[in-house]
């Protein structure tokens, strides 16, 4: 496991060069950005454990947003950086108070998660339609906000790089500018982050 998050943290760092390289006159080059809805599988109440018996529940769906820029290579391969925040997830549960933290009675939480990420896409042309697959790495942040029934906060901090995937279809509406929408996952050993998007893009 270490050393697979080790060799995508140098393919992150090694896109985001290659891309910086290129020439701002460079043919191919787009920037675009999407509104979309975030959700997370499977979150449970884990972010905000203590080790005492908590019973409730997480909702894991939010509005969220993407920047995205990229580089086509050829006709059918486009290499992609994107900036993604999830916006928030919510926790409530009632603690027992024997564990280390909370004291007996209600907790609440917040988690705010972003994740930049670097994809190669293979497209599919057809007329003014474009449709593609992504797969890629994502390195992702998790800032997690915790009170307690006593008034108190606490901060929790977690981040990783784990691997993405996804699908989508974008539609020109001109030469230089088209839309799009997408769908994006990443996968972490505790949860699966789903992103459904749709914006717009240009070339130049």
């Known amino acids: 496991m270490f050393r697979t998050r080790k060799a995508l943290n140098w393919l992150l760092v090694a896109s985001f060069l290659v891309l910086l390289a290129l020439p701002a006159e460079a043919k191919g080059l787009y920037f675009g950005a999407s509104l979309g809805q975030a959700d997370v599988k499977d979150l449970g109440l884990a972010p905000i454990a203590d080790g005492s018996s908590l019973t409730g ?89 915790i009170r307690h029934s006593m008034g108190s906060f606490a901060m929790r901090e977690s981040d990783g790089i784990d691997a993405m995937y996804g699908l989508g279809a974008a539609f020109a509406l001109k030469k230089s500018m088209g839309v799009r929408a997408e769908y994006e996952r990443i996968t972490t050993d505790a949860v699966e982050r789903d992103f459904f998007s749709a914006g717009v893009h240009f070339r130049f």
């Open 57 to 145: 529940g997480a909702d894991g769906t939010d509005n969220g947003w993407k920047f995205f820029g990229g580089f086509k290579v050829n006709r059918f391969i486009h290499a992609e950086l994107s900036y993604r925040d999830y916006g928030q997830a919510s926790f409530l549960a009632m603690s027992d108070g024997s564990g280390t933290i909370f004291a007996a009675g209600p907790v609440e939480g917040l988690s705010d998660t972003t994740a930049f990420s670097v994809s190669a896409m293979v497209v599919l042309p057809a007329g003014r339609f474009r449709f593609f697959g992504k797969a890629g790495a994502a390195r992702w942040r998790t800032e997690t906000s």
